[in-house]
């Protein structure tokens, strides 16, 4: 079913608070799977091959996301390549966004599991 406003504005004070965190769990969600394989993308250098001269700019172009944004989001996923129990956490909503970006200043092969029995 599609939410329109009058479904979601005429919700009890429970099921308001509950569908706010589903959305924000899909949205975690969906944000890591946009991530890794927009690592994976640029992995593979496949902006060139769809008409720009970089990852950032194709993301620029096709999705509108700002330049900055579009290089915090390349370096997240680069970095998540190195920590797949972390990647995992993510693409399971355990760990939010800014949760991860906080672990990854912290994080090396050699703490991974530590860090996230403590996050």
């Known amino acids: 079913m599609l939410a329109t406003i009058a479904t979601l504005t005429d919700q009890s004070d429970t099921d308001l608070t509950a569908d706010i965190t589903e959305a924000h769990r899909q949205l975690t969600r969906h944000k890591a799977r946009f991530i890794v394989t927009l690592a994976e993308f640029h992995a593979?250098?496949?902006?060139?091959?769809?008409?720009?001269?970089?990852?950032?700019?194709?993301?620029?172009?096709?999705?509108?996301?700002?330049?900055?944004?579009?290089?915090?989001?390349?370096?997240?996923?680069?970095?998540?390549?190195?920590?797949?129990?972390?990647?995992?956490?993510?693409?399971?909503?355990?760990?939010?966004?800014?949760l991860v970006r906080l672990l990854l200043r912290y994080m090396t092969p050699d703490n991974e599991e530590e860090l996230l029995e403590l996050a």
């Open 44 to 98: 593979r250098e496949l902006a060139s091959a769809h008409g720009a001269p970089n990852t950032a700019v194709w993301l620029q172009r096709t999705h509108g996301i700002a330049r900055r944004t579009a290089y915090e989001y390349l370096g997240v996923g680069a970095r998540l390549k190195k920590f797949p129990l972390l990647t995992q956490a993510f693409l399971d909503a355990t760990l939010s966004y800014s």
